[in-house]
């Protein structure tokens, strides 16, 4: 079955340290979006990719960064300079907004 | 720019009860509407959408209907059931990406 797969599920980091989630899709999607969620709230958008070694920032871009080399993943890094690192990730794909994403189960990240 | 503004929760209903949780957007063009439901932990799933304006996304007893003339697409369901118990997003497909309201969350008791 085609999916979207998001790992580990949860993460433990030390403060100052870079940590990079795995996002692999076998949909053959051509775009793929990185989403923040903080207890309570809704979606931030991180970055996005339209195609294979291209990328755009999303609205919270500050303090992570990703990479495009294969159509099937899109991995984030959260670096040390993100602030607040503290979150739940979701992973998205899609092959056009007209019929919407398909979400990875998410990666719930803890800095501590 | 396009936006989604949706109600805010929680919506707390007994089992059984009827749910309507609005949702209205500003955009330019026709955009395609969605509704994505999110369990405790879990990821976003697509509960159900339309594409053109009067069109009614339909799935597991939820419907929406895309009124244009309204600028709405508010999610219902005649029965709920204690399983229902989620958090409802509204979104906005129009450009590269979709935009999507704040989220309502949905508690039902028996």
């Keep these: 079955d085609g999916g979207i797969t998001q790992s ?98 998410g990666t719930r990240l803890t800095v501590v | 720019g396009d936006s989604v503004t949706q109600m805010e929760g929680p919506v707390t209903l007994s089992e059984e009860a009827f749910l309507t949780i609005n949702c209205t957007y500003t955009a330019t063009g026709y955009p395609s509407l969605f509704w994505y439901v999110q369990y405790p932990g879990e990821g976003l799933q697509l509960l159900l959408k339309a594409t053109k304006a009067d069109d009614k996304g339909s799935n597991k007893g939820f419907e929406a209907t895309y009124r244009k003339e309204t600028t709405s697409f508010h999610l219902e369901k005649g029965s709920v059931q204690v399983s229902d118990s989620a958090v409802y997003f509204c979104a906005l497909g129009n450009t590269d990406k979709l935009i999507f309201g704040t989220g309502t969350r949905l508690q039902v008791f028996p």
């Excluded at chain 1, 919270?60 to 159509?71: D, F, L, Q």
């Design chain 1, 8 to 105: 580990p599920k949860y993460l433990f980091r030390k403060e100052g340290q870079n940590v990079t989630l795995s996002c692999e899709q076998n949909l053959n999607h051509d775009a793929m979006y990185w989403y923040r969620q903080d207890p309570g709230q809704g979606l931030r958008l991180i970055y996005y990719s339209q195609i294979v070694n291209d990328f755009q920032k999303g609205d919270i871009a500050e303090g992570y960064s990703v990479s495009r080399e294969k159509k099937e993943s899109f991995p984030l890094t959260v670096t040390s300079a993100q602030k607040n690192p503290t979150a739940f990730y979701l992973c998205a794909s899609s092959k056009g907004t007209a019929y919407g994403y398909t979400f990875g189960s």
